[in-house]
């Protein structure tokens, strides 16, 4: 059985939240925090759409998530961020699923990217796992406390997204 999550539009009343898994020195490894006024402009701007990740039984505040692109004229949504606050219990993969429903069938994307730290192995998997393909890497292009570290782009398409539907590995429309 999959884990239960739901997203919901970030509220100002969420961003607390937001920023404290942004900090948590289990996540800033792999991410390069916003300041909060990032934040409130991701969640007014049209472009963007900011989203809490409900999870559990009760639905409770349990990540979030930022897309950005959603008006991009060549349909390209880039996830920017997705944080998972109880990491190895199926929350980021549910998600993952619901955000990628979105993407293609809610926004029109053609192309539905992300970047990823190189260092992040266990992201890397998942999205590997979930249809995600690898298109390069950004050598060296972010600085972290020990050096620089590379990121890694990769996609989905949305024939491989309507393809993956249909053999039942993504959600239905």
Same mark, same amino acid.
């Given at each position: 059985?999959?884990?239960?999550?739901?997203?919901?539009?970030?509220?100002?009343?969420?961003?607390? +939240? !937001?920023?404290? /898994?942004?900090?948590?020195? =289990?996540?800033?490894? &792999?991410?390069?925090?916003?300041?909060?006024?990032?934040?409130?402009?991701?969640?007014? #701007?049209? =472009? +963007?759409?900011?989203?809490?990740?409900?999870?559990?039984?009760? /639905?409770?505040?349990?990540? +979030?998530?930022?897309?950005?692109?959603?008006?991009?004229?060549?349909?390209?949504? $880039?996830?920017?961020?997705?944080?998972?606050?109880?990491?190895?219990?199926? &929350?980021?993969?549910?998600?993952?699923?619901? !955000?990628?429903?979105?993407?293609?069938?809610? %926004?029109?994307?053609? @192309? +539905?990217? /992300?970047?990823?730290?190189?260092?992040?192995? @266990?992201?890397?998997? %998942? &999205?590997?796992?979930?249809?995600?393909? &690898? $298109?390069?890497? /950004? @050598?060296?292009? !972010?600085?972290?406390?020990?050096? #620089?570290?590379? %990121?890694?782009?990769?996609?989905? %398409?949305?024939?491989? #997204?309507? =393809?993956?539907?249909?053999?039942?590995?993504?959600?239905?429309?």
């Amino acid at each position: 059985m999959s884990a239960r999550v739901r997203l919901r539009p970030t509220m100002q009343s969420d961003l607390a +939240f !937001v920023l404290s /898994l942004e900090r948590d020195p =289990d996540n800033l490894p &792999y991410i390069t925090p916003w300041e909060r006024i990032q934040h409130e402009a991701a969640i007014r #701007f049209p =472009d +963007f759409r900011h989203f809490i990740i409900e999870t559990g039984p009760d /639905l409770e505040a349990g990540g +979030f998530l930022i897309l950005i692109g959603c008006r991009n004229p060549h349909q390209s949504i $880039e996830l920017k961020r997705m944080v998972v606050r109880d990491k190895h219990l199926g &929350y980021g993969r549910a998600a993952l699923r619901v !955000v990628k429903k979105i993407a293609f069938d809610d %926004l029109g994307a053609h @192309r +539905f990217w /992300l970047d990823i730290k190189k260092r992040n192995t @266990r992201a890397k998997g %998942l &999205y590997e796992s979930e249809g995600f393909a &690898y $298109e390069g890497e /950004l @050598r060296e292009a !972010v600085k972290v406390p020990d050096g #620089f570290d590379s %990121l890694v782009v990769m996609s989905m %398409l949305a024939p491989e #997204f309507t =393809d993956r539907r249909r053999q039942a590995r993504e959600l239905t429309a």
